[in-house]
């Protein structure tokens, strides 16, 4: 049972295979076998086909490891695609865009492509992407895994404020003690179980449960 309030930063430290399957189901990818999974009071197991994947494309965002970015498209039409594809959301997109590609400070890349682009920039235009349907749930996979403590800190920064700002709710898988400090509360799976919880998490807190893994 997962329960998560806007505002909030859950952050699920991991162990085994268990926590790829419930980040599948949180992300209407899956369906469970048994129970529900409820958003704003409607029951998500009953959407199917078009009706489940407009609901993903407006209320949940994307982040991974690698950057997912189209290849055939330059860095502004990249972050402004899922608001093309909303109908609800597609008006003002591009002026979304341009306020994140600011807030991002990466607006000399606009026009880019993304192998123009280092891996610290093609992760902040992956996460301008991710939000700029401002969607209520931000579904993070190690988002700082394939970059320096140095840029991975500037992309923890600015997804924290995103909870603010937007009034969103992120939930980050993460192996990275640090990335898991910056969250709110901090989920530990182990084979598939939860195995423990820590609220205002430090990175040592965190390092300190983790070694309790296989005890």
């Known amino acids: 049972f997962f329960h998560a309030e806007a505002g909030i930063r859950d952050a699920q430290e991991s162990r085994g295979l268990g926590d790829v399957y419930k980040r599948q189901i949180l992300s209407t990818l899956e369906k469970p076998d048994l129970g529900s999974v409820e958003f704003k009071e409607k029951n998500l197991i009953s959407l199917s086909g078009d009706d489940l994947s407009k609901f993903r494309n407006e209320n949940i965002g994307f982040v991974f490891q690698s950057h997912n970015l189209l290849s055939e498209f330059n860095v502004f039409e990249n972050i402004c695609i899922p608001g093309y594809v909303s109908k609800d959301k597609s008006r003002g997109v591009e002026e979304r865009a341009n306020q994140l590609i600011k807030d991002l400070d990466i607006q000399d890349k606009s026009k880019n492509m993304p192998n123009q682009l280092s891996g610290g920039e093609q992760q902040r235009v992956a996460i301008c992407r ?65 195995s423990g919880e820590i609220i205002e998490p430090t990175a040592d807190s965190v390092i300190d449960q983790m070694r309790t893994f296989g005890s």
Do not use: C, W
């Open 130 to 194: 991710a939000i700029i349907n401002e969607p209520a749930l931000l579904l993070a996979d190690e988002p700082t895994g394939n970059l320096d403590s140095k840029t991975g800190n500037e992309i923890l920064d600015f997804m924290r404020l995103a909870t603010t700002d937007l009034n969103q709710t992120i939930v980050m898988v993460t192996h990275d003690p640090v990335a898991a400090s910056y969250s709110d509360r901090v989920i530990f799976l182990e084979d598939g179980k939860v």
